[in-house]
């Protein structure tokens, strides 16, 4: 079961997930990011305190996307996975490609910076 | 030799037939002549008596026998039979009047004994035609029959034996014996002749066939009767043969069914089409269901549901219209019957004008009705129905029934059309099925044909030396999976180890896969450092992989004459360490980056090349993520805790026992039940020296 909310604040867009992201359901994830990325929208942060689990299908959304956030500047920083899955991410290497912060304090600061 | 004498057994019917029918003249005739000489009891009448009840009885059995052969003989031929057989009955007797004309006023003309002799063959040709007609009149009755009818007329048939006797019992004529006798037979026989079940099921030229033939046996039946009577009537000196019980029965028998026969059939005659009607339907029924056949196509079908819904309702012109498959073409115009192209499309502009149809033909989709019924102005066509056909609650299509009379559809031909409709509708239904199926089977083997092929891609034999063992398994969540591992000997001591995990699953994770295998067994000959093959294995993969698919692997090259292994992680779990000396097992976590998601040059950065000896009895769990993933019935996964303590525990077996244990675990951990989720693959490696 995947939930997702998208929360549009002034600086940047939101995505909240929620629960699992597999085969089944990352089509609706990759739909979320295609969307943001037709809106134009220059800063993007992923809420993954909510994501209990994330197959290889939902890090390759995320992985086929990165060409395209370098391509248009755009800040893409995930926050606030658990353990579990921050080691999903830290052993496949995208820990070493996406910004991945502790928490949405630290994302927000990093997108004021920008 | 069983068959011998089932043939010859009619034979011996006749004959015996035949005799007792010339010992009955023999006795008569001596009867005759010595009344005529006042020669009184030279032969008793009981003899008489007796031998015509043998000659009634042979001939009775005869001719059941004979209708038996032919049981399968249609109606008309069972009514064709007495009917000529009265007919040559009556020939004989005017032969036999003829004869007499000839003779004119000689002696001969006045001789008793020849007027008797042709008074017995009279008898005979009447006994013929009275008996077979009764055994005919038996078939037509026992058409459909019932147990009642059955017991009706075996019933019938002791009544008839025991008026053969009556004879015996009361010598007198028209006693009130007889009287009471006759009438009872004439009653029973009048029941009996309601059993007119045969005749709805001839058709309209064998009805008037069936008329015809019955005013023959009519009119036999009654011309003998009378000729009979007038021999009675005419001579003094004879011996009376008719005045039997049994044989008046048979003429009221015979008379009365020809009679009722004749009535219902005459009645029958307007109703005829009706019921011929009505078995054409039911015919068309079995048609539609059975009609689509594996192979055959559903234009058939159509086709006959429209003769059907034609023919069901006198329709005089009409015509199919089937919805386009695709939305830009145009509807497809099919089947039409008995009407022009230019008189179709008047039509339809008249339907456009008119409701119920304008509403139904402009905007299809709002308006679910089985049947639109109306009247239109047109010169020629004056009442329309159109029905929609559909299949799996899709429109297939249209059906225009047109008539060129007002109210030409009342509701009984309606509700058969529409269940012509349903009827075609299923039999579609199921010919999709029935194709689906079929190409669902296909498939299945296709996919069986992939897991073995698949099977074949990992490898049935590790290399390795007396160093160490080595010992694997895997086993794919779907039929086809995406783990891979392999192995490669340089020479004596060196070897190369692979194993990786293709992203997400099933066949396109089964494509990846071999890839990959071929990826491997090229690079691996030139012998590169394991950072420089993965580097190399990244960027042949960048050309081949989805953007969003990744492989993980991890690459080993092992050294067992120096005892070090070079390793570097592409994203791939990292491998599971049993040390000796350090006497307990763990991760070796190094820098690593999955092949596929950094598709350029800098790919080598993010790699990082690990180095370790080893010493006899350390252990090397390589595994796919499946392994650690594996979730149990509370949703908790094995994780990598478990498996690391589970090193810890085995060490000491052998590679294969390790494993084996390993798996089992998982297995217990899941579930035996549930399907895995995700494909399964362990290597294990014990070094011994």
């Known amino acids: 079961m995947l939930t997702i909310n998208k929360t549009a604040e002034k600086s940047h867009l939101t995505i909240g997930l929620q629960g699992e992201v597999d085969a089944s359901n990352s089509v609706e994830l990759d739909e979320v990011i295609q969307e943001a990325l037709n809106d134009n929208i220059k800063n993007i942060l992923v809420d993954g305190t909510e994501l209990q689990y994330i197959s290889s299908a939902g890090l390759g959304v995320f992985m086929s996307y990165l060409e395209d956030f370098n391509e248009h500047n755009i800040l893409f920083i995930i926050y606030g996975l658990n353990e579990k899955v921050m080691n999903v991410f830290h052993i496949l290497g995208l820990d070493q490609l996406i910004t991945i912060t502790d928490n949405r304090e630290e994302a927000e600061k990093l997108v004021h910076e920008a | ?689």
């Open chain 2, 1 to 689: 030799m069983v068959k011998l004498p089932q043939i010859q057994r009619g034979k011996i019917y006749i004959l015996l037939a035949v005799l007792s029918w010339m010992g009955l003249l023999l006795v008569n005739l001596i009867r005759v002549f010595g009344e005529i000489n006042q020669m009184e009891g030279v032969i008793s009448k009981e003899i008489t008596w007796v031998l015509e009840i043998l000659f009634f009885i042979w001939l009775y059995i005869y001719f059941n026998d004979s209708i038996k052969k032919n049981e399968n003989r249609n109606f008309i031929d069972f009514i064709w039979r007495p009917a000529s057989t009265g007919l040559i009955a009556t020939g004989t007797s005017f032969l036999i009047i003829f004869f007499y004309y000839l003779l004119g006023d000689s002696r001969l003309s006045k001789d008793l004994l020849l007027m008797n002799f042709f008074y017995h063959v009279n008898f005979a040709v009447v006994s013929i035609f009275l008996i077979s007609t009764t055994l005919s009149w038996k078939h037509l009755i026992l058409y459909q029959k019932s147990k009642a009818i059955v017991q009706q007329w075996q019933a019938y048939e002791v009544i008839l034996l025991i008026s053969m006797f009556f004879v015996l019992i009361s010598q007198a004529s028209f006693n009130y014996g007889f009287m009471f006798g006759l009438i009872f037979l004439i009653i029973y026989g009048a029941i009996l002749s309601i059993n007119l079940k045969w005749i709805p099921y001839l058709t309209f030229r064998e009805k008037w066939k069936s008329i015809l033939f019955m005013v023959i046996i009519i009119a036999c039946t009654l011309y003998l009767f009378f000729r009979l009577v007038s021999y009675t009537q005419q001579n003094i000196h004879f011996v009376n043969l008719s005045e039997n019980l049994f044989l008046l029965g048979l003429f009221v028998f015979v008379l009365l069914y020809a009679i009722f026969s004749l009535l219902v059939t005459l009645f029958n005659l307007p109703t005829s089409s009706v019921f011929e009607q009505k078995l054409t339907e039911a015919i068309s029924f079995q048609k539609l269901s059975q009609s689509i056949k594996p192979g055959e196509n559903e234009e058939q079908v159509l086709d006959i549901l429209m003769d059907s819904c034609m023919s069901a309702a006198y329709v005089d012109a009409g015509w199919l219209e089937l919805h386009p498959t695709e939305p830009e073409e145009s509807s497809i115009i099919q089947l039409q019957k008995f009407i022009s192209n230019s008189e179709r499309q008047e039509v339809l502009e008249f339907l456009r004008k008119v409701e119920p149809f304008a509403s139904y033909l402009t905007k299809q989709s709002t308006i679910k009705k089985e049947y639109l019924y109306g009247q239109i102005s047109h010169e020629t066509y004056k009442s329309v129905l159109v029905l929609s056909v559909s299949a799996n609650k899709k429109s297939l299509g249209n059906i225009f029934l047109l008539k060129e009379v007002k109210d030409g559809f009342n509701k009984e031909m309606i509700n058969i059309i529409t269940t012509f409709v349903g009827q075609t509708s299923i039999s579609i239904e199921n010919h999709r099925l029935l194709n689906e199926a079929i190409k669902n089977e296909r498939y299945r083997e296709e996919l069986e044909i992939a897991q073995r092929v698949q099977r074949s891609l990992l490898p049935s034999e590790l290399h390795h030396n007396n160093s160490f063992e080595i010992d694997g398994f895997s086993a794919a969540a779907d039929e086809v999976g995406g783990d891979y591992y392999e192995t490669f000997r340089f020479d004596n001591e060196n070897f190369a180890l692979i194993i990786g995990d293709v992203s997400g699953k099933g066949t396109s994770a089964a494509f990846n896969m071999s890839q990959m295998k071929g990826v491997f067994h090229s690079l691996v000959q030139l012998n590169f450092s394991p950072k420089k093959f993965l580097s190399k294995a990244n960027s042949a993969l960048n050309r081949c992989l989805e953007k969003n698919n990744f492989i993980t692997t991890t690459y080993y090259t092992i050294n067992t004459a120096l005892k070090e292994i070079h390793f570097a992680r592409a994203g791939h779990c990292p491998t599971l360490f049993y040390s000796q000396s350090l006497g307990c097992s763990r991760f070796l976590n190094i820098k690593g980056m999955g092949l596929g998601i950094v598709r350029n040059e800098g790919y080598e950065n993010y790699l990082e090349e690990g180095y370790l000896e080893y010493q006899p009895g350390d252990v090397m769990v390589m595994y796919t993520d499946g392994i650690v993933e594996a979730k149990n019935q509370e949703n908790q996964e094995f994780g990598y805790d478990k498996l690391r303590l589970l090193l810890d525990h085995y060490k000491a077996l052998s590679a294969k026992e390790i494993k084996s244990k390993i798996v089992d675990e998982v297995y217990d951990f899941v579930g035996r039940e549930t399907l895995p989720d995700d494909d399964y693959s362990i290597l294990v490696i014990k070094f011994n020296a």
